[in-house]
T-cell receptor
Framework: AQSVTQLGSHVSVSEGALVLLRCNYS??????LFWYVQYPNQGLQLLLK??????LVKGINGFEAEFKKSETSFHLTKPSAHMSDAAEYFC??????????????FGTGTKLQVIP | DTGVSQDPRHKITKRGQNVTFRCDPI?????LYWYRQTLGQGPEFLTY????????KSRLLSDRFSAERPKGSFSTLEIQRTEQGDSAMYLC??????????FGEGSRLTVL
């Protein structure tokens, strides 16, 4: 079974500051890892994903995440926060299996506040 | 718009009534998921379809819940004899073989 733990349900950063949202995963097999963003009253949107290959993954809106197997982590970062980044962010994991059934399990989310 | 669409977006019902939600996935996606999300929580997996076959159901899905995907196209999620604890956002997502989920905007259920 897979699971993810997101550290910090609320994170506040100043506009222009570094954004760091933490995610640790648990998986008995090589995982696929995802970050999703949810703006108020909207559905979840994929920010980025890690499947295989390069461990540093770049996503939309300037976000990136690094898969660290030794630390079982997949933290999300952005060098400079923008007001429009204020949203809730979800880390998710699935069993890595190309073409096969992949149940995606989500973390509890981190709400990002950007202070002007 | 070729994204995932859900209907209705909002549903207010009285305890004990039945409700049905519909999801239309992205047309070329053969996989369809239902999730439930409550305030302050991440999406919780309910059930999964590959084409018309329901391959997994969560223990969260009590006997009052039923989901179908006739002909492997749209899906419906029905809740019978609703309870106040059923109040939540019901999310539908679809995917292809690449694994990432594409979500609809959700159907918010309020049970009075």
């Amino acid at each position: 079974a897979q699971s993810v733990t997101q550290l910090g349900s609320h994170v506040s950063v100043s506009e222009g500051a570094l954004v760091l949202l933490r995610c640790n995963y648990s998986s008995s097999v090589p995982p696929y890892l995802f970050w999703y963003v949810q703006y108020p009253n909207q559905g979840l949107q994929l920010l980025l994903k890690y499947t295989t290959g390069a461990t540093l993954v770049k996503g939309i809106n300037g976000f990136e995440a690094e898969f660290k197997k030794s630390e079982t982590s997949f933290h999300l970062t952005k060098p400079s926060a923008h007001m429009s980044d204020a949203a809730e962010y979800f880390c998710a994991v699935s069993r890595g299996s190309s073409g096969g059934y992949q149940k995606v399990t989500f973390g509890t989310g981190t709400k990002l506040q950007v202070i002007p | 718009d070729t994204g995932v669409s859900q209907d209705p977006r909002h549903k207010i019902t009285k305890r004990g009534q039945n409700v049905t939600f519909r999801c239309d996935p992205i047309s070329e996606h053969n996989r369809l998921y239902w999730y439930r999300q409550t305030l302050g929580q991440g999406p919780e997996f309910l059930t999964y379809f590959q084409n018309e076959a329901q391959l997994e159901k969560s223990r969260l899905l009590s006997d009052r819940f039923s989901a179908e995907r006739p002909k492997g196209s749209f899906s419906t999620l029905e809740i019978q004899r609703t309870e106040q604890g059923d109040s939540a956002m019901y999310l539908c997502a679809s995917s292809s073989s690449t694994g990432e989920l594409f979500f609809g905007e959700g159907s918010r259920l309020t049970v009075l």
